[in-house]
């Protein structure tokens, strides 16, 4: 049994700074890719960043420069550091893992940007 549980989301004014974070837990011999992505309602998920266990990372456009993903494979865990944050980033967010041939997704946090 796999477990992927985020925190770190949390009410923010605009052009603020948050910083999420996922940890895989449980039964695992290795994780390959994670990866962040957010949904609003009424919306399909969308990607926002994927990090491979080599350190190769993969952004949308719409967060370039603002957000960075990073992982401490000795942990599991892998980090969304998101500056600059505008009311559009508002979403639930997601951590996605590639987990020995499976994908597990976590529960989800909301992330909420004010003006």
């Known amino acids: 049994q796999v477990q992927v549980v985020e925190s770190g989301g949390g009410l923010v004014q605009f052009g603020g700074s948050l910083r999420l974070s996922c940890a895989a837990s449980g039964s695992i011999f290795r994780v390959y890719s994670m990866g962040w992505y957010r949904q609003t309602p009424g919306k399909q998920r969308e990607l926002v960043a994927t990090?491979?266990?080599?350190?190769?990372?993969n952004y949308d456009d719409f967060v370039k420069g603002r957000f960075t993903i990073s992982r401490d494979n000795a942990k599991n865990t892998v980090y969304l550091e998101m500056n600059s944050l505008k009311p559009e980033d508002t979403a639930v967010y997601y951590c996605?893992?590639?987990?020995?041939?499976?994908?597990?997704w976590g529960q989800g946090t909301q992330v909420t940007v004010s003006l």
């Open positions: 996605k893992a590639a987990v020995d041939g499976r994908v597990y």
């Open positions: 990090i491979t266990n080599g350190g190769v990372t």
